[in-house]
C-alpha cells in the first residue's frame, strides 16, 4: 500500500479547494472521487434537446460578488486566458413587472437607493422592505435563535404581498427552503453579505462556458502540474484508522474502468485496492461520509458521526428548454410561480446559443418536491414550458428536458446541525471534514463549500507541519552526538 500525506476524498468544490490549498502549502495532496468527472453537484452535462448534444450544467448556478472566496479560488487556478466567467451588475426584474436596479449613488447607498426606488412596488412595499434591512443592521444582523424566515417576516410587518413577489422567492433562491421552515440567522447573514454590504456584492456572476470550465477543470490541471494525483471513479467503500501506526487506510470499491475517467481531465488514475494516508480531509456530502465512517466501525465517536445523519435534503429541478435562434431571451427573469396552476418555474435564464438553438434554463427549487410529485413525467416539464411562454409572451420550445437532483442541498432548518471541519478530529485524529454543510453561517452554496475546504486544508496543513517538526526533533535526539562523552 503506498502511503500518502494528505489525501482529499471527494473532488467537489469542497475537495477541489482543499486539494488547491494544500498545494499552495507545499504538499502533494491526492484526490480522489468516485464520479468520472470532478466537479460534484456543480458540473457541466451534456443532453440532448431537439435530437440534438448540448452542453449544460447538472443544475443552472449563479454566484455573486460576495461569493469572494470562490472568486479568488476561480482567479487563481484560471487559465492565462482568464476564468470562464462574467460579472454583471444585479439587477431583478419580474415578469409581474418588479424591478430593482441599484443607483449611480456610491456604496453602500447604490442598493439603498435601489431599493427605495423599486419600480413595481407600492410606496408602502418599499418603506417595509427598507426597513426590514435597516432593522436587521440595527440589530447587527442577529435575529432570535431557532426563529423561522416566516417568523421574521411577521416581527418585521412585511405586507403578504412583499412577501409573494419579494422575500418568499429571495428564501428561496439562496437556501433552497420555504421561509416556513428556512432558519432566519442564515436568511440574515445572507442579507448580510449581499444586500446589506454593497452593489457589487450583489454583483451576479454568470459563468461563460459550462461550470466545469469555471471551476473543476482548470482547478485539475493547476493540480496536476504541481504534482498532486487525481483519481476518478474511485468510490471510497470505508476509512479506518489504525491505532498503533497511527494511519488511516481507505478501502475502494474495486475500480470498474479507471482507464475511462473523464477524458478531457489528465487524471494519473491508479488501480482499485487499499490506499494509506498520515491525514484525510473527507469532502463528502452528510450521507455518503456517514456511509464511509461508518463502514469504518469507529467506536467511541460514533455518536458524533451520526450527527451526518441529521441533515434533511431538498430537490431542485432544472428545466432546460430550446427555441429557434432567433427567439430573444432575457439574460435572467424571475418567473411568477402559481402553485394552483403547477406553475412552479421560479426564474430562467438565458443559456446562450448552441447547435443554432437558443437554450433557456428554468429552475424549480424549494418547490421539487411538489413538482416531483405530479404523476406524469412529461406533463409536468411540458407544463413549466407553457408557464414560459405565457409569461413571457414567447413561443412554445422545439423541446423541454428536466435534470433533477432529488438531493441537491441541505435543508437549511433552524434546528439542523452545526458542524465544524474539526467535527471528528478530536476523536479521530488525522481527518477533517469538509463539504457545503460544514459552514453553519450559510446555507448550501459553493461559497459554504469552497471555505470549508480551505479551512479544512489550513489546519491540516498546520497538523502536517506539526507532525514534520516532531519527527525532525526525535531524528535530531536519535542522532549519534559526535564529542567528549
Ligand atoms: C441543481 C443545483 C443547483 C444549485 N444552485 C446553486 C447556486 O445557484 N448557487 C450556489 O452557491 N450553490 C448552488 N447549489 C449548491 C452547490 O452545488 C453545492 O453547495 C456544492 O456544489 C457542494 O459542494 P461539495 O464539494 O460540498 O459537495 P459535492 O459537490 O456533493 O461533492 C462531493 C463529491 O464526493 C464524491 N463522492 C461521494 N461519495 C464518494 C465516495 N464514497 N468515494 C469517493 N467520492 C465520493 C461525489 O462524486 C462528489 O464529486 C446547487 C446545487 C444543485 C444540485
Redesign the pocket.
Known sequence: MPDHDVIV???????LSAAVRLTEQGHRPVL????PQ?????RGLTIELAGLRCQVD??????IGA?TETLALIARVAAPSGPAIRRAAMRLDAVDGMRIHPSSAPPPFDLRGGLLRAQGLSGRERWALTRALAGLRWHGWHVPARQTVAEWLVEFRQPSSLVDRFWLPLCIATMNTPPEAACAQTFANVLRDSLGASAEACEFVLPTRTLDEVLPQPACDWLLARGATLMLR????ALRRDPASGLWHLEREPAADAAQAAAHIAANTAAGGGLRARHVIL???PA?AL??LSAGGHGEPAQRIARLGEFDHEP?V?VYMAWPADVRLPAWIMLSEQPATRYFGQWLFDRGEQQAMRIGAVVVSARGRAWLAQDDAEERVLTIARQVSTQLELPMPLDARAIV?KR??FRCTPDRPRLHVDALAGALPGLWL???HLWPDYP??????VR??RLAASVCAAALRRHASLRDDQRSTAEPVDGPR
Open positions: 476524498i471527494g473532488a467537489g468544490w469542497a475537495g480522489l472521487d468516485a464520479a470532478p466537479g460534484g453537484r456543480a447538472n443544475g443552472q448556478h449563479l454566484i461569493y474511485q468510490t471510497v467503500r469532502a463528502l456530502p455518503n456511509r464511509v431542485i432544472t437532483d441537491a442541498t469538509a463539504g457545503d448550501a452554496t459553493l461559497e459554504a463549500a470549508s475546504g
